[in-house]
């Protein structure tokens, strides 16, 4: 008892000393409190911003370039409340994205990062999600045996719909890369990168899973130390078995249903049709093309996000918001219009465009899309300029994500992206001061 209470006093006064030098560590705080309640992630970036006002040093002060486009989208985001439909939504979403400024000034304030200080705030976060990920896990079981419901080891239900099975993905993905490119790994990194890579199929985001497996065996095959030998072959050979194992029940048919509604016209929703009727999935042909709808009409994941471009393209053009859009946040009314005009099911009026690019676009207008191309297209550069292989999957996890997604309308997506793409950056381009 008394050398574990020796070892965490070390380890605080380590810490403390840490965060004295240097502020920018308590971006760990940041990071690992995403799947927590908002106000525990506001919290923690309200404490990296006093301690690095705090310990301000002049000399710290320095300015990266790849920061000036997360800065003119809050501003853009800030002249929208000129044009808004809806101010009292805009106003409110300025304080959530309230990380694209203050996230860049915290790291123009600090020391500038080097490589590692970059490895220890990734580190930290890669075995933070470990042991987040065990936790899930350990609570499935627990909810399984209560409940022999097998559902509460897939998707939103094995970590919350509020935390979001896709954005959790995402962090799983990065802390799983972390692990993988370490040169010498100890037993407890290979135990995570194990435990990471269920979590990660099990959270059945489809894009993810794909990005996820073209990014791994890119890694395995072109960038890799390792010797691809027989040997090699027959441990990658067991991944695969778990995975295709994996993929039947739940996660198989979040697949298949893709696949299926658009080989055939009208193809029955078996898992949501019931007493009450006959439910049908609707085709990518029919989501882009088909003016009136059915209630009992369903719109799988591709089709939802092409119909969301679809009506996107209605409105912009009713409109002519192309210049402008129609204020940050701002879209719900339009959105809701369209979906009476279409006849959907009522609770599609909920959904936005998820797709970040299309979002921007419809609240930020032609200026709003093309500073987030400019910024993703950066860290891309910047990625493979560095060779550094955790940022590129960061970054082709990001543009991808994007196309699917409107991954920074909610808090975490927001803190998250700003958050990595500040650290990332701001290593090795230190010739922009």
Known sequence: MENTYSFLKNAWLRAKEEVKNNPIFLVLLVLLSLPLPYKYNSISVIVLAFFSFYFFKKENLHFTKSFVFLVAIYALM????????????????????????????????TPKTNQETKNKILNGFAYGFFVYALGCLTRAVVRYFITQTPTVFFYHELVSFDVNAIHVSVYMSVAFFTFLIKENKKSIDKIALVVLFIMIVLLSSKNIIILFFLLFFAYVFFQSKWKITIKKVLLILPILFICVFAFYGKIKNRFLIEIESNKTEKTINNEISGPQGLVYN????????????????????????????????????????????????????????????????????????????????????LFGFLFLLILVLINLKNAINSKDFVHFSFAILMISLFLTESFLARQRGVVFFVTLYCLFNSVGVQKDK
């Not at 409340?81 to 979403?93: E, I, N, P």
């Not at 719900?332 to 299309?358: C, G, M, S, T, W």
Request: net charge neutral; aromatic share 16%.
């Open 282 to 365: 609707v085709s990518v042909k029919d989501a882009w093309t088909k003016d009136q709808f059915q209630h009992n009409d369903y719109f799988p994941g591709l089709a939802l996000r092409v119909y969301q471009a679809r009506i996107f393209k209605e409105m912009i053009s009713e409109d002519n918001s192309y210049l402008t859009g129609y204020g940050i946040n701002a879209t719900d009314e339009r959105i809701a219009q369209k979906r009476v005009e279409h006849n959907l099911y009522p609770e599609y009026e909920k959904f936005n465009f998820h797709n970040q690019y299309i979002q921007f676009f419809a609240e930020l207008g």
């Open 78 to 109: 800030v002249l929208s409340l000129l044009w808004t439909l809806d101010l009292k939504m805009s106003v409110k979403a300025l304080s959530k994205t309230l990380p694209f400024v203050v996230i860049p000034l915290i790291f123009s304030l």
